[in-house]
């Protein structure tokens, strides 16, 4: 039965099915061309997204170093102020103490001028607050000077008092 076939109808088979073959590859093809149109408008939209996501990212990025900036700005002008402040602080704690070593000096030469008089110290730790009286203002022997910060201190010292 093969030999009855002709060359020519062979030859014509194999091209249909050939044909037939890139009919199939061509549909398959179609789809996932398709399929890619559609991802890649999908991936347009991805795009133009993440373009304005990062748009709103670097404005956000501006406004935190502004900012970052203003509250750098203020927090320098607190340090400085409270350096400043630190310094005045210390002042007045050398001050105080020049003041409290020269009071308790007066105290003594006080002590060692009237022997039998019990003199008791205002700042001792042992007293308890609220017992007995109160001491009056101390009074200082002439010769101490007191300049005038020293006085200015004292005075409010006594005020808080």
Same mark, same amino acid.
């Given at each position: 039965m093969i030999a009855d076939i002709s060359v020519p109808v062979v030859l014509d088979m194999i091209i249909a099915i050939l044909l037939v073959a890139t009919i199939v590859y061509a549909f398959v093809l179609n789809r996932k061309l398709s399929v890619l149109r559609n991802a890649k408008a999908e991936m347009e939209m991805l795009v133009a997204r993440f373009a304005d996501s990062t748009a709103k990212a670097e404005s956000g990025i501006q406004n935190l170093k502004a900012h970052a900036s203003e509250s750098g700005a203020a927090l320098d002008s607190m340090t400085t102020?409270?350096?400043?402040? *630190?310094?005045?602080?210390?002042?007045?704690?050398?001050?105080?103490?020049?003041?409290?070593?020269?009071? /308790?000096?007066?105290? /003594?030469? *006080?002590?060692? /001028?009237?022997?039998?008089? *019990?003199?008791?110290?205002?700042?001792?730790?042992?007293?308890?607050?609220?017992?007995? *009286?109160?001491?009056?203002?101390?009074?200082?022997?002439?010769?101490?000077?007191?300049?005038?910060e020293e006085a200015a201190l004292v005075k409010s010292l006594r005020g808080v008092r």
């Open positions: 102020r409270a350096a400043g402040l *630190a310094g005045d602080l210390s002042f007045l704690v050398e001050k105080g103490t020049s003041l409290a070593n020269r009071l /308790e000096k007066a105290i /003594e030469s *006080a002590r060692s /001028e009237a022997p039998g008089v *019990a003199v008791t110290h205002p700042f001792r730790s042992d007293r308890v607050p609220g017992a007995g *009286a109160r001491p009056g203002p101390s009074k200082i022997p002439a010769t101490a000077e007191i300049s005038p």
